[in-house]
């Protein structure tokens, strides 16, 4: 339990300044339950606090967890340079509480992204070591073949990397799509193991991180949603 006064509050869940967000509260911008509240230092319990900034309503969070069904065309870098950044699909004030993607989607990959201000969870969640598996659905350009899945179930050698590769599961969903689950997450994985294999992937979209389906959160591309504790769990290795 911990008690802090508005402006620190408002300041920790990224409205702005400290400055800023005495002023959003003298302004009278400011709820918290239900409540105008126009004297910044008053103090609140933050576990649980509901507050509006703006008539939007808010609920205080120490960190955020969140998923993101990532449309094409969105980059996951903090400075984008040709496409806009998945950040601008988000509330502002998550890019001020310093939320970040968990690793890297390409711009033309669609699905799941998590994003989180929480440095351990990102490390965590990103660690080679943790092996969290991660699915994805493939469009070929060339047809899926027998051959195909063996090549990449067996592993294939990608430039620069010591050892070869491999799909933890491989399984045709039809004659140009396949379904491909990895453990690691090297620069451009999918597209550069379909590349070794002699085909080409021409939409790659992630579909599930740990036991956590992108299906189970019921996401149009370009929305998307605070993970609850249970949904959270299922983002560990089975
Ligand atoms: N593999 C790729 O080639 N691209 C991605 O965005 C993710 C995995």
Known sequence: MSKLSLDRILQSQGFGSR???????????????????????????TTGLHYTVFGDEWLFRAHVY????????????????HHPGVLSLLPEQFTLRDVQPVGRLD???TGMLLMSDDGAFIHAQSSPKR??????????????????VAQLLKGVKLHDEPA?????????LGEHQLEIVLEQGKYHQVKR????ADNHCSALC????????LALLNLAEGEWCYLS??????LSPA
């Open 229 to 234: 504790e249970a949904e959270l769990a299922l």
């Open 107 to 109: 711009h033309d990959t």
């Open 66 to 81: 969140i998923a993101l069904n990532k449309p094409a065309d969105y980059e996951c870098s903090r400075k984008p340079s």
């Open 206 to 213: 992630r579909t599930q991180i740990g036991q956590l389906p």
């Open 193 to 196: 193991m379909l590349a070794a």
């Open 164 to 172: 070869p590769l491999s799909a933890i599961v491989c399984k045709p």
């Open 19 to 45: 400055r800023w967000c005495q002023e959003l509260v003298a302004d009278g911008d400011v709820t918290v339950a239900g409540e105008l509240v126009t004297d910044y230092r008053a103090s609140f319990e």
């Open 131 to 148: 092996h969290v598996p991660k699915v994805y659905v493939a469009t070929t350009h060339d047809a899926v073949t027998p051959a195909l």
